[in-house]
């Protein structure tokens, strides 16, 4: 298959020469078609081999696809459309974006932001005078 290089991020894409695919036939219902076509897409990648990936990608990925491997290996299905073609592309955009949010750097820890003084003491003063207010409203003292 040589269909578009699918981009991970940058100018990473998966390299075409290291997937394995498989292809067997759908579950479910679909007629004669389906019962003789191998439409079900099984697209394998080896992310332990791989030299595809940038050293600190391929760490970062192997350490959060840990669930997902099997022997290093990270595979995707598709199966729902009838052609295998469609299939083969949804399991290479599957894998391809599956890999970026793998690799992706972790986000930026946040910073606590100080209250400025003024700020806090306004809305102390301004829940002062509401429930002053409120207390106001009782009926206690009219008679």
């Known amino acids: ?15 075409e020469a290291e997937l394995m695919w498989r ?12 019962n003789t076509t191998d439409s079900q897409v099984e697209l ?9 990936l940038p050293p600190v990608w391929k760490e970062r990925a192997l350490e959060r696809l840990e669930g997902r ?3 290093g290996v990270v595979s995707v299905r598709s199966s729902e ?8 592309e949804t399991a290479a955009v599957r894998l391809a974006s599956l890999l970026a949010e793998a ?4 986000p930026r820890q946040r910073r606590k932001s100080k209250i400025p003084r003024g700020i806090n003491e ?12 409120k207390r106001g409203r009782s009926g206690r003292g009219w008679g």
């Open 1 to 15: 298959m040589s269909g578009p290089p699918y981009v991970i991020r940058g100018s990473v894409s998966l390299p």
């Open 23 to 34: 292809f067997s036939r759908s579950s479910g219902p679909g007629g004669q078609h389906v």
């Open 44 to 52: 394998r990648f080896d992310l332990a081999k791989t030299d595809a």
């Open 69 to 71: 491997l099997t022997d």
């Open 81 to 88: 459309h009838r052609s295998q073609w469609r299939n083969r």
């Open 103 to 106: 690799t992706a750097p972790p």
């Open 122 to 133: 306004r809305r102390l003063r301004e829940k002062k005078q509401r429930s002053d207010t």
